[in-house]
């Protein structure tokens, strides 16, 4: 198996039959993303495809960046530092979150796991913690100790928008001596050669992110969760750790293959972090990922699982892994077929979530098309 930083170093594109693609199906995929951008309302997308270690195709389309923030795509990035530090002893997902985070555990929340938090079942999909309090660790833990419940530990399945991946970033700092940002570039970015980064500077973003664009109207009267949220760079700056990571398509892309196959993982731990740990038809409003369809949850990622809803592939197979982002991109990878995946955008409407049946089509339209180009 090939080290980390030889892995993931190269971004030459390789034509697409040499890694087993077809290059007819790549196209049609890229002609039908690229026309949401020429023909569409999307002011950029990027695109990025891969497989066996090698890109396919790393493409932008109208006004883009060498960056985008991820929103929630990022959380595989995120997703993966734990898995690192569950393969190098340092936690272990039945852990209560009190015994890492001794401040987490008030008002009942002494019974919440590890695992409960990754599975978004721990009862804490609303547990505030916003901008700037968000900024200042003592802060952080202050708001930990105020958290409540709304639901008992493991009994509910519904998305946690943000708690979780701030319990990450502590679990991180305090069992690996770096903050998350830190960990996440000297750890998993560096060795791999890859471009991701969370707490970019103003002057950073400036120089490389794609800023958000409200496809249809100025973005200012928009409910209080969502992409808009990053249109203000001291936020992104901030390192929010659920949706803040910033990258290209092909870093996404190409973390899917390390995540295959580096030696920064085992396979084992892989395996164990992609299977469906929870199945359920997630609760809450259908704004925040609530569902009438049963979701599969990983260790924080989303897999397609045996019933397939709009956050995967129904082309995929069951063991395909990733995430969505609002309001249009995706990051996937199938283990079987070996292909991973990545569409990014700045792009998104007034209401923040694109709802419409022509918005939610558009994603999967994209992602069956890139999960079937074998």
């Given at each position: 198996m090939p080290g980390g930083g030889v892995f993931a170093q190269s971004r030459a594109i390789v034509p697409a039959e040499d890694v087993g693609i077809d290059p007819y199906r790549l196209d049609v995929l890229l002609r039908r993303i690229r026309l949401e951008v020429e023909h569409g309302a999307l002011p950029s997308v990027q695109v990025a495809v891969?497989?066996?270690?090698?890109?396919?195709?790393?493409?932008?389309?109208?006004?883009?960046?060498?960056?985008?923030?991820?929103?929630?795509?990022?959380?595989?990035?995120?997703?993966?530092?734990?898995?690192?530090?569950?393969?190098?002893?340092?936690?272990?997902?039945?852990?209560?979150?009190?015994?890492?985070?001794?401040?987490?555990?008030?008002?009942?929340?002494?019974?919440?796991?590890?695992?409960?938090?990754?599975?978004?079942?721990a009862g804490l999909a609303f547990a505030p913690l916003g901008y700037p309090k968000m900024a200042d660790r003592d802060a952080r833990m202050a708001a930990f100790a105020k958290w409540r419940l709304d639901s008992p530990p493991g009994e509910v399945l519904q998305y946690h928008l943000t708690s979780t991946a701030w319990v990450i970033a502590e679990v991180v700092e305090r069992r690996a001596g770096l903050c998350l940002a830190d960990y996440l570039h000297r750890e998993i970015a560096e060795p791999l050669g890859l471009g991701f980064a969370l707490g970019l500077s103003e002057e950073q973003q400036i120089a490389t992110v794609a800023p958000m664009v409200c496809t249809d109207g100025d973005g200012s009267e928009v409910d209080p969760w969502g992409p808009w949220f990053f249109r203000d760079r001291r936020?992104?700056?901030?390192?929010?750790?659920?949706?803040?990571?910033?990258?290209?398509?092909?870093?996404?892309?190409?973390?899917?293959?390390?995540?295959?196959h580096s030696s920064l993982w085992s396979r084992a731990v892989i395996a164990e972090a992609t299977r469906p740990h929870v199945t359920a038809i997630p609760a809450g409003d259908k704004l925040y990922g609530g569902g009438v369809k049963p979701a599969s949850v990983g260790l924080f990622?989303?897999?397609?699982?045996?019933?397939?809803?709009?956050?995967?592939?129904?082309?995929?197979?069951?063991?395909?892994?990733?995430?969505?982002?609002?309001?249009?991109?995706?990051?996937?990878?199938?283990?079987?077929?070996?292909?991973?995946?990545?569409?990014?955008?700045?792009?998104?409407?007034?209401?923040?979530?694109?709802?419409?049946?022509?918005?939610a089509a558009m994603l999967i339209n994209w992602s069956n098309l890139a999960a079937d180009l074998i």
């Open positions: 891969a497989r066996a270690g090698r890109l396919v195709a790393n493409e932008t389309w109208g006004g883009g960046a060498p960056r985008y923030i991820l929103q929630s795509v990022g959380r595989t990035i995120v997703a993966s530092a734990i898995w690192k530090l569950i393969d190098d002893g340092k936690i272990d997902v039945s852990e209560y979150v009190a015994d890492i985070i001794p401040e987490f555990g008030t008002n009942g929340k002494g019974v919440v796991t590890l695992a409960h938090m990754l599975t978004h079942t936020i992104v700056a901030a390192g929010e750790p659920a949706h803040a990571v910033c990258a290209g398509a092909s870093d996404v892309a190409l973390h899917y293959q390390a995540l295959l990622v989303n897999v397609r699982g045996d019933n397939p809803d709009g956050w995967m592939p129904a082309t995929g197979s069951p063991e395909t892994f990733g995430h969505a982002g609002s309001a249009y991109q995706i990051g996937f990878c199938d283990p079987v077929s070996g292909i991973s995946f990545c569409v990014l955008s700045n792009g998104y409407p007034q209401t923040g979530y694109d709802l419409t049946p022509r918005g």
